[in-house]
Nanobody, 128 residues
């Protein structure tokens, strides 16, 4: 069992930056590919980024590529989402998710169904 707790959300002006954190419980954090998803009001949950458990390969949605990064620190059982050049359309609740020893070859393959555990989310609001 893995518990995920997100933090770092808040209100930021367009063009600003935020760093989200996701702290995981358990001793096998390094065996999980970790992802970030987001959901804006009235929309479906959307893939943002993921980092694989083995080798640390990263994948990004087109909407986040070039602006967001997803580093992880296995010593701290934490994955981050560094968000730069934020836009109002980035406003959403951001969820952290864990997928046990999962790999995939393309960003589009990282669907929500691949993930075993989810956090409760942290809200990000970007004002124009």
């Amino acid at each position: 069992q893995v518990q995920l707790v997100e933090s770092g959300g808040g209100l930021v002006q367009a063009g600003g930056s935020l760093r989200l954190s996701c702290a995981a419980s358990g001793r096998t954090f390094s065996s999980y590919s970790m992802g970030w998803f987001r959901q804006a009001p009235g929309t479906e949950c959307e893939f943002v980024a993921t980092i694989e458990w083995s080798g640390g390969t990263t994948y990004y949605a087109d909407s986040s590529k070039g602006r967001f990064t997803i580093p992880r620190d296995n010593n701290k059982n934490t994955v981050y989402l560094q968000m730069n050049s934020l836009k109002p359309e980035d406003t959403a609740v951001y969820f952290c998710a864990a997928a046990y020893r999962t790999t995939a070859l393309t960003p589009g393959a990282w669907t929500s169904a691949l993930y075993n555990y989810w956090g409760k989310g942290t809200k990000v609001t970007v004002s124009s």
